[in-house]
């Protein structure tokens, strides 16, 4: 039950990562200075990390049997 809660939890901060960096890209792009630039690529890291979070924790789950 756990596996299942933490598994959500990581897919949908991973997403709100990428939603939040792609908007700051596209909205704010011309503004951007080296912190700017910086803070997006945290966001990116961010994304990366929960994201193999959730896809670790869902193989755990999901138990994918392999061929």
């Known amino acids: 039950m756990i596996y299942k809660i933490l598994f959500g ?5 991973s997403l709100v990562m ?9 909205y704010y792009h011309d503004e951007l200075n080296s ?3 910086g803070f997006v690529t945290g966001k990116l ?23």
């Not at 939890?9 to 901060?13: G, K, P, R, S, T």
């Not at 890291?45 to 061929?67: N, P, S, T, Y």
């Open 35 to 37: 912190h700017g630039f």
């Open 9 to 13: 939890l990581f897919a949908i901060a």
């Open 18 to 26: 990428l939603v939040q960096s792609i908007q700051i890209v596209f």
């Open 45 to 67: 890291l961010l994304f990366v990390l929960f994201g193999l979070l959730a896809f670790f924790i869902g193989r755990r789950i999901f138990k994918v049997k392999q061929e």
